[in-house]
């Protein structure tokens, strides 16, 4: 028959010197062992059928914690990349406005005076050639 290796039995002449080192028991996880009894499930070694069960639960809060971390992630690229449209909106608006003022007609009459050309006076007529 195969030896448990879960379950270790205390040699029978150790029992009096093996006493387990406890303080005062005023921690926190003192009063919550206290409280759970968890000694009590572990007498008899660690229980094996319940370790699928872990291991579910295990491998459910992994998950949790990888979603919520990617959740996070992706809010925080996707409020760098709006602040990065507003900023790119503000630039557009304001060469917007600069290239309009620029195409204004006073200001290529204006522009253009430096070069020595004139705004011509005459309305434009068409021209026409007969064949």
Excluded: C, W
């Excluded at 062992?33 to 008899?44: G, H, I, N, P, V």
């Amino acid at each position: 028959m195969a030896d448990n290796k879960f379950k270790i039995e205390p040699e029978r002449g150790n029992e009096a010197r093996i006493k387990p080192t406890q303080g005062n028991g005023t921690s926190a996880f003192s009063q919550l062992e206290k409280r759970l009894k968890l000694e009590s499930y572990f007498e008899e070694g660690f229980p094996v059928q319940y370790l699928p069960k872990i291991l579910f639960v295990l491998v459910l809060s992994l998950l949790y914690i990888s979603n919520t971390h990617h959740a996070e992630r992706t809010t925080r690229a996707i409020n760098r990349a709006q602040s990065e449209v507003e900023d790119l909106r503000a630039d557009y608006t304001t060469l917007k406005a600069d290239v309009m003022f620029a195409s204004k007609q006073s200001e290529v009459a204006r522009r253009v005076k430096e070069l020595g050309l004139k705004e011509s006076l005459r309305p434009p007529y068409k021209i026409v050639v007969e064949d």
